[in-house]
């Protein structure tokens, strides 16, 4: 257990399904991420929270909407996906955003668009 | 661009030692972290180096070479819970952790 819990686990939907991934975090932190994990590829960071700001958007197409309410909650907003939208979705939170914070992750969403 | 190389695969035997290497070109440089994921399970922090050398921990070791762009995993007396990916992951100008592909490491009887 790392202290970061996400839900649901695995998610299967259509292309015209809306969805929602929650990640919560019980260490604190002050910083929360969303990363996209395909196979063979390196993690590729989707959003940014600090202090409950956005404060990164790495380009990701408006189906994937975020929303923070606070700094202990995280949501992915899902919508229209496509096909190659299908990975693991991973959250994870640091103390902050400085050099030494490691981040720790939670288990995952297993996302299958069909 | 920003890259990070780690090879894809590995193999090594139990009770052997095994080193995994990382190299990097980044824009600037914060430090270097090492994280281990087993099959369906999250990633795991494992070390953080941001200045030159080795840092030592258990059986697990880490190294920097800044000026190579160039890190190494040194692990030791190897178990079969070890199998897993070992990814690197560089931390730029920006603060943002730009991550290798990870490295899948078997390890046999």
């Known amino acids: 257990e790392t202290g970061v819990t996400q839900t649901p686990r695995h998610l299967v939907m259509g292309m015209t399904n809306k969805k929602s991934l929650k990640c919560e975090q019980h260490?604190?932190?002050?910083?929360m991420y969303w990363y996209k994990q395909s196979a063979k590829k390196p993690l590729e960071l989707m959003f940014v929270?600090?202090?409950?700001?956005?404060?990164e958007n790495n380009s990701v197409p408006s189906r994937f909407s975020p929303e923070c309410p606070n700094s202990s909650h995280l949501f992915l907003h899902l919508h229209t996906l496509q096909p190659e939208d299908s990975a693991l979705y991973l959250c994870?939170?640091?103390?902050?955003?400085?050099?030494?914070?490691?981040?720790?992750f939670g288990p995952g969403t297993r996302l299958t668009v069909l | 661009g920003q890259n990070i190389d780690q090879p894809t695969e590995m193999t090594a035997t139990e009770g052997a030692i095994v080193q995994i290497n990382c190299t990097y070109q980044?824009?600037?440089?914060?430090?270097l972290f090492w994280y281990q994921q087993h099959a369906g399970e999250a990633p795991t922090f494992l070390s953080y180096n941001v200045l030159d050398g080795l840092e030592e921990k258990g059986r697990f070791s880490s190294f920097l070479s800044r000026s190579k762009g160039y890190s190494y995993l040194l692990l030791k007396e190897l178990q079969m819970k070890d199998s897993a990916s070992y990814l690197c992951a560089v931390m730029d100008s920006n603060y943002q952790l730009i991550w290798g592909a990870g490295t899948k490491l078997i390890i046999k009887p």
């Open positions: 994870a939170s640091s103390q902050g955003l400085a050099e030494q914070n490691e981040q720790f």
């Open positions: 929270y600090n202090f409950k700001e956005q404060t």
């Open positions: 980044t824009s600037g440089f914060n430090g």
């Open positions: 260490l604190g932190h002050n910083a």
